[in-house]
């Protein structure tokens, strides 16, 4: 099943702006949203934020999500060591009938 | 507390069955979408399958149908994945997860029970 398409890896200096991206198509990310995922090594991944822009509880106001068309995007301020992580996005198919991933992004934080 | 506990993992020849458990606390399975999602060492995650909340449906990767099948106990509150005809590249950390909201994400994840498949 095709995936969702992210960058390998961003980088950004501490206590800057990173946004990362995520592309899918009309039957999912255009047509549902996106969900983003955060995992260090060795640990499950961590929902941090589901349909665009709810995010669960506990979860930093520093992030932000939002889609435009069939693009979605997590956008992180004040970036913090902690956040240097693996970023994956997710999202129902729903020609498919499937959930699909991304390859994620490895955010580096300077 | 909400918890996952998968269990079931192994060393195991191609071709051969496993299944795979997940017990559920602090909630209902029948109250969720439930899922397996697969993550090879190294790798992203992969979507295995999912059974919906009310037992109405159940869906598979295509790299799994067939071969895979999701179920649940709903009076165990335990979620299963029968894996039968495993390949080498079936080998990969199996995490069950519970969707929030449908679709939603996958807001509670267990630590996962790791299969490798090799002779």
């Known amino acids: 099943q095709a995936g969702l398409t992210q960058p390998p890896s961003v980088s950004k200096d501490l206590r800057q702006t990173a946004t990362l991206t995520c592309t899918g198509n009309n039957n999912n990310v255009g047509d549902q949203g996106a969900a983003w995922l955060q995992q260090h090594q060795g640990h499950p991944p961590k929902l941090l934020s589901y349909?665009?822009?709810n995010r669960p509880s506990g979860i930093s106001e520093r992030l932000s999500a939002s889609r435009s068309g069939n693009t979605a995007s997590l956008t992180i301020t004040g970036l913090q060591p902690e956040d240097e992580a693996d970023y994956y996005c997710?999202?129902?198919?729903?020609?498919?009938?499937?959930?699909?991933f991304g390859g994620g992004t490895k955010l580096t934080v300077l | 507390q909400v918890h996952l506990v998968e269990s079931g993992g192994g060393v195991v020849q191609p071709g051969r069955s496993l299944r795979l458990s997940c017990v559920a606390s602090g909630f209902s399975l029948s109250s969720h979408n439930m899922h397996w999602v697969r993550q090879a060492p190294g790798k992203g995650p992969d979507w295995v399958a999912v059974i919906f909340y009310d037992g109405s449906g159940r869906f598979y990767a295509d790299s799994v149908k067939g071969r895979f099948t999701i179920s649940r106990d709903i009076s165990e509150n335990t979620l299963y994945l029968q894996m039968s005809s495993l390949r080498p590249d079936d080998t990969a950390l199996y995490y069950c997860?519970?969707?929030?909201?449908?679709?939603?994400?996958?807001?509670?994840w267990g630590q996962g029970t790791m299969v490798t498949v090799s002779s």
């Open positions: 349909r665009n822009n």
């Open positions: 997860a519970r969707e929030d909201g449908s679709p939603g994400g996958f807001d509670i």
């Open positions: 997710s999202a129902w198919d729903s020609s498919l009938s499937a959930w699909v």
